[in-house]
Each structure stands twice: as C-alpha cells, then as structure tokens.
C-alpha cells in the first residue's frame, strides 16, 4: 500500500508565497514521476508541475516562472514552490505519483493520489 500526504496548504495574500510538500509512504521500490494537480471550484483538475526522478520537469503556462517543483529522491517527496501568487491560483492541490513499484511487485506499476490541500489566495 502507497499513500500520499500532502501539507503546506493555507491562506496566502496576491503576491505572497507558499510552499506545499508531499511525502510517499510505504513499501516503495521506486517512482518514476511526482506532480501537483489543482481544481478550483467548478473546474476540472488541471495538471501544474511534474517531475521525473532524473528531475525533467513540466509545468502548465500558467505557473512558469512563479511556480518550482523539486523532488527528493531518497525521501520520496515533492515540493511546490509558489511565488507571486494570484487569486486564480486559489484550488485543491493534489499530489500524483505516476509508475510506483513496490518491493512486492516492482515489475507492476501504480498510480496514486492524495487527499488534496487547499490553497487560497486572497486579500
């Protein structure tokens, strides 16, 4: 069983910063891609930043240049650096892990998601 929790969430003025974190726990053999996704209400979830376990990173257009994810490798945790943030960055951010191998299977690969963490940019 792999579980993904996330924390940092919070309330943030336009322009501040935030960071958020996620941590994979359980009997992992390896991951190969960790991200954050967001849903803002009556929206669809949208992809925000990914990242490799060799670090090749994707972002949406919409983050570039005020958003970093970065990766620990050894503690199967990702980050989410946000900066200049506005009101439309407001949303559940959920952290994905895509091509998890277990120790019991690592030839079988899961993907698995959080429980989400708000964010809300306001004044």
């Known amino acids: 069983q792999v579980q993904l929790v996330e924390s940092g969430g919070g309330l943030v003025q336009p322009g501040g910063s935030l960071r958020v974190s996620c941590s994979a726990s359980g009997t992992i053999f390896s991951i190969y891609r960790m991200g954050w996704y967001r849903q803002a209400p009556g929206k669809q979830r949208e992809l925000v930043a990914t990242?490799?376990?060799?670090?090749?990173?994707t972002y949406a257009d919409s983050v570039k240049d005020r958003f970093t994810i970065s990766r620990d490798n050894a503690k199967n945790t990702v980050y989410l650096q946000m900066n200049n943030l506005k009101p439309e960055d407001t949303a559940v951010y959920y952290c994905n892990a895509d091509r998890v191998a277990t120790i019991a299977t690592p030839r079988s690969y899961l993907e698995v998601w959080g429980q989400g963490t708000l964010v809300t940019v306001s004044s």
């Open positions: 990242i490799t376990s060799g670090g090749i990173t």
